[in-house]
């Protein structure tokens, strides 16, 4: 069977399952307070690939979305907190054009709060319109440094195109590294398992990594998305101190079922004598890195 018709029918069930999923009550999460200090750097689950980074007192929220539909297929697991409850934000970084990690509404409404929006190359125009002080657009290998942080784009193993009919390669897709005051966070986004990882972890002394785990099934699927083992090898190519597994529970994107990636990686973990650097984070639950 061609590959064009694996991934439609794969389409069709996946769309037959949010059907189903109109019926199902959304879920509400009780969420930890925020409180930013300079002295940590913390990590807040929002939902999906949002989180929120207390970074030494520099604010990040990524890959935004807080509505409770895309509008398709609608969220099972309500966000950890509203864009109200968040503090203001030194930077949004979004890691590519797709609707489950770009979402116009909630970039509308967190604009007047947010200093700096980096995007990737070529996706500007999504927020046109849209009042942000600053935007920057990064490619990759390329770095935005500002007063005690500094941000460098990688290429993810991934596409870029928002819709269908936009030219292939039209818009960029990043992974990021974070850094400041000495400590590196990875941020993946949403990215399939490749050699990058090996290439960012000896470049990096990487503290944090915010890793996707889910929509990887059918196998046409892995080649933009990592199933829970990929995500572990990539955790260790990068050889981080800690893992935050992202990209899971809130949005049926694929056919695994919706508790199985959190399941397969927490046991990828156990194998892995790796329990204690893994932190799987229920929407509006935090980590906090030991600096000390």
């Not at 889910?214 to 990929?230: Q, V």
Request: aromatic share 10%; proline share 6%; charged share 20%.
């Amino acid at each position: 069977m061609s590959d064009k018709k694996i991934f439609g029918g794969s389409m069709l069930r996946i769309l037959g399952r949010n059907v189903w999923d109109l019926f199902t009550p959304m879920q509400q999460m009780k969420a930890e307070a925020i409180v930013i200090r300079e002295d940590e750097v913390r990590v807040w689950m929002v939902g999906h690939a949002t989180t929120l980074i207390n970074f030494f007192g520099t604010t990040i929220l990524t890959d935004p979305v807080l509505k409770n539909a895309l509008p398709f297929p609608r969220r099972l697991v309500a966000p950890g907190y509203t864009a109200e409850a968040l503090p203001t934000l030194d930077f949004i970084v979004v890691s590519h054009a797709h609707l489950d990690h770009c979402n116009v509404p909630t970039l509308r409404r967190l604009a007047a709060k947010t200093k700096t929006l980096v995007l990737p190359s070529h996706c500007s125009n999504i927020v046109k319109g849209i009042s942000f002080t600053e935007i920057k657009e990064l490619n990759w290998g390329e770095r935005l440094t500002q007063p005690g942080i500094e941000m460098t784009a990688y290429r993810a193993e991934h596409w870029g195109e928002r819709w269908p009919w936009e030219k292939e390669q039209s818009r960029g897709f990043n992974c990021y590294v974070f850094k400041k005051n000495g400590r590196n966070i990875f941020f993946g986004g949403d990215t399939g398992y490749g050699p990058f990882f090996k290439s960012i972890g000896g470049r990096h002394t990487i503290d944090i990594a915010l890793l996707p785990i889910s929509a990887y099934k059918p196998d046409i699927f892995r080649r933009h998305h990592m199933n829970p083992i990929e995500a572990h090898q990539a955790f260790q190519d990068l050889k981080s101190a800690h893992c935050v597994p992202i990209h899971w529970g809130s949005f049926r994107l694929s056919l695994e079922p919706m508790e199985e990636p959190p399941q397969l990686f927490m046991q990828q973990a156990r194998q892995n004598n790796l329990l204690n650097k893994v932190h799987l984070l229920r929407n509006g639950q935090s980590f906090c890195l030991q600096t000390i």
